[in-house]
């Protein structure tokens, strides 16, 4: 089966509101993690990365957590915006050179 | 900077017939990704390429799909002959190294098998 997998399939969220995204990994050798969105109709966009030696990681109104204990990720969108509405995959590199294996996504709705 | 081209856009085949997806990385970028992705599902490696040489094709359904990259460049994945369950979108993605994990997506294609 996959290594990495969210939570929940849909998220909604007011607008202005702060939303997390879950999710969670079951290789504890992954060393690097990723967010993506994706858009209907588009391929998916690099949103943050993290690296397993840190906990935290802030970009533009998002912030992306690493537990590695629980082997659980999150993501954090502040002031959740109408053009945040999308599917959000979080992806995973298990190990050396192997490409990302991605999980199911979530799909974000914002309501106005 | 280009991003990741990919061609057509949508594609209408039927079962038993044959297909081609044609993508072209951004310049520069050594590694070259196919994933394929079913509705409602993440995207799933289908095969890697690190210049014009296959690194990682163990998800290939190789007796139907075939993948190359001429020059290191372009790269064409093909798809012979089609099933009802190869209807997904074919997205190509390219990276300028193997660790380099931010990969950037083309637009997909997407196969409609009847």
């Known amino acids: 089966g996959e290594s990495v997998g969210l939570h929940l399939p849909t998220l909604s969220v007011q607008e202005g509101d702060n939303s997390i995204i879950n999710c969670a990994y079951s290789?504890?050798?992954?060393?690097?993690f990723i967010w993506y969105k994706q858009e209907s109709g588009k391929g998916p966009q690099f949103i943050i990365d993290i690296r397993s030696n840190m906990d935290k990681r802030q970009g533009q109104r998002v912030t992306v957590l690493l537990n590695k204990t629980v082997k659980h990720l999150s993501l954090q969108i502040a002031a959740t915006q109408p053009g945040d509405s999308a599917v959000y995959f979080c992806a995973e590199i298990p190990s050396g050179n192997t490409p990302l294996v991605f999980g199911k996504g979530t799909r974000l709705s914002v309501i106005a | 900077e280009a991003g990741v081209a990919q061609s057509p856009r949508y594609k209408i085949i039927e079962k038993r017939q044959s297909v081609a997806f044609w993508c072209n990385p951004i310049s520069g970028h050594a590694t070259l990704y196919w994933y394929q992705q079913i509705l409602g599902q993440g995207p799933k490696l289908l095969i890697q390429?690190?210049?014009?040489?296959?690194?990682?094709d163990s998800q290939l359904p190789k007796d139907r799909f075939s993948a190359e990259r001429l020059k290191g460049v372009d790269s064409t994945l093909k798809i012979q002959p089609a099933k009802l369950e190869d209807s997904a979108v074919y997205l190509c993605?390219?990276?300028?190294?193997?660790?380099?994990?931010?990969?950037?997506f083309g637009s997909g294609t997407r196969l409609t098998v009847v």
């Open positions: 290789n504890s050798a992954s060393d690097y």
């Open positions: 390429f690190q210049n014009n040489g296959v690194v990682d």
């Open positions: 993605a390219s990276s300028p190294t193997t660790r380099q994990g931010g990969y950037t």
